[in-house]
């Protein structure tokens, strides 16, 4: 059974940071690409990063230079590093698993303040 946990979430000020963390398991976590989208009240979930395989990694335009993604395939985790926040990154942060999209944790909440 695939299980995604999100955790990591919280309440920060502008400026400040967070590492959020998603444990996977039911699955051969090293094979796949990893996802982290997020969802903003009244708003779509979108897209934020992303790590292949192989580690390389893509981001939204919105979070580059600010957001890092990274995993450990030894204890089936992927990161989102979160640096510089702002009000905007507010929302419920997913993890996904690219090739078995329809796989979803209960998500963590972050929350900036301005």
């Known amino acids: 059974q695939v299980q995604l946990a999100e955790s990591g979430g919280g309440l920060v000020q502008a400026g400040g940071s967070l590492r959020l963390s998603c444990a996977a398991s039911?699955?051969?976590?090293?094979?796949?690409?990893m996802d982290w989208y997020r969802q903003a009240p009244g708003k779509q979930r979108e897209l934020v990063a992303q790590i292949a395989r192989d580690g390389t990694t893509n981001y939204a335009d919105s979070v580059k230079g600010r957001f890092t993604i990274s995993r450990d395939n030894a204890k089936n985790t992927v990161y989102l590093q979160m640096n510089s926040l702002k009000p905007d990154d507010t929302a419920v942060y997913y993890c996904?698993?690219?090739?078995?999209?329809?796989?979803w944790g209960q998500g963590t909440q972050v929350t900036v303040s301005s």
């Open positions: 996904n698993i690219f090739e078995l999209s329809h796989y």
């Open positions: 039911g699955i051969i976590f090293s094979i796949y690409t």
